[in-house]
């Protein structure tokens, strides 16, 4: 589940990245001809050029990031899942990642120090919580 | 001042000096700007609404095509079926149940028991159909994975119909109401998205905090069934004798805790000093995760059948009940056990005994049942 899925929810329309892509080679053509206005002596124009060509730029790519942004939310991350095997006589603990078939309070393979049955104890995940700003 | 003229002095300061001759074009932007806005605003907000419903809309069927997908590969990898059971799976998705009745309200909690009983069982039958090897623990696992599959069906179904209802009749009160309610609809689609894995393995989830009580408190002591899909031990604790209850585990289980502790009393003729519940519940926003509260009453959720029964048995006998909570979300109820709320448990336990400690007296008889979905715990 936690693969890219490449289902109807993720394409994104090849008529907005068109959109999406005109309007970023406007925008570089406003800086281009900013900057010819530049060269000719002409500052007022280019600078409203300059003006519209950074909007048009910043605009595009955040529009493309956050199409982008879209396919990676659309992950459903399954974080993963911890079982603690324990032996009930020496204490002696092992932590390894979940297997199917596992459960609380069941009897697994013999412990590695007094050979006494081991016993799965806790099945847990564990959420590394994001700090915000 | 007038507005247009503020606008047009505005726009005229900007536009006239460097447009020169060609200011009247910007000028008469800005008018037809503003007069699509006056007339047209509502419209677009109307449709920057439908744009944002739709795309949750697709997020909604990427999660519900995702879960049918880990429903049939589980039943393929653990039931072996002869036949695919994709249409038998796609035929679940779409089951329904109604609801009794309730006109005259005497009797319908027995009612809608008995209705319950016969959808337990005909989902039962149903997935021992599609997955003929499965074992009984893995066919209660099952049933859960597919029950969290309709779950999502379900909840796609309904936010596609106020799409098209919206769409269709242009209605901003449907559309706003849908774009206001998303939010949190979106986080329980995603709930179940993570709970078809645990369930699927059979790993413990957060709502199962009050079974792993009952299950660490009953360990290594002698246990019975009890209806209906219940274990009961008696388990001394600080002198007194517990009846310490839960859902037969490990896999995917409610049991009927109600049942369960109706029967554990009339063995005992309701000489009973206190019965104590444990459940998950749900937290408020700002609460941590694995909070243990106390109070009084049934905890125990679900359709209401349990808790009128368990307040019944004990009304008969003026039994006293205090309930014990984990607190978490709806994320954290249905996926993996989060390991706060693993360690919840053992506070849990401190709880009970000074409750038992402090409400009866040494020698009393005492209920303590663990509530929720015992998948992955045994006892």
Known sequence: MSRTPQNSATKISSFVLIIIFIGLALSLSALMVAL????????????????????????????LFQTRRRIMRLKIEIPPVTTTIECR?????????????????????PCQKCNDKMLITAIYREVKEKLGP | MNIFAVISGLQNTVTQEPFGEFSWILNLLFYVVFIIFIFYGQRIQMYVMIREVEGSLYKLKYIKDEGRK???????????PQVDPTVRVDRFLEYFTISPQSLDPAGV???????????????????????????ETQVNNLENTLEAAMALNYIYKVIRHYYLLGKKTLSLYIIMQL???????????????SALKAFAYGQPIGDGAGALVAAKLMYGHEKRKIPKDCVVATVPIEGRTAYVIKAEGPGGNVGKIGDGIRTVIEENEGKIATVIMIDAAMKLEGEEIGE???????????????????????????????????????????????????????????????????KTKEGDKVIIAGVGNTIGIAQ
């Open chain 2, 109 to 135: 909690v027995w009612k809608l028991e008995h209705i319950l009983d016969v959808r337990d069982v005909r989902f039962k039958d149903e997935v021992k159909f599609m997955a003929p090897a499965a074992d």
């Open chain 1, 36 to 63: 010819a206005y530049f060269g000719s002596g002409n500052e007022v124009l280019a600078g409203y050029f300059l003006l519209v060509g950074f909007l048009g730029v910043a605009l595009s790519t955040y529009v």
């Open chain 2, 292 to 358: 243990v509260a106390e109070g009084v009453g049934a905890a125990i959720g679900g359709p209401g059948v349990d808790q009128f029964k368990i307040e019944e048995s004990l009304l008969k006998y003026r039994i006293p009940i205090n309930a014990v909570i984990v607190k978490e979300d709806i994320g954290d109820a249905v996926s993996p056990m989060r390991k706060e709320i693993f360690e919840a448990v053992d506070k849990a336990i401190e709880r009970i005994k000074q409750v038992i400690l402090e």
């Open chain 2, 70 to 80: 880990t429903a049939i590969e589980t039943i393929k990898e653990i039931g072996k």
């Open chain 2, 179 to 193: 774009q206001m309610i998303l939010p949190l609809i979106m986080r329980e689609a995603e709930a179940y998205a």
């Open chain 1, 89 to 109: 006589k020496c204490g002696f603990k092992s932590v390894r990642e979940f297997q199917r078939g596992d459960y609380i309070f069941k009897e697994v393979e």
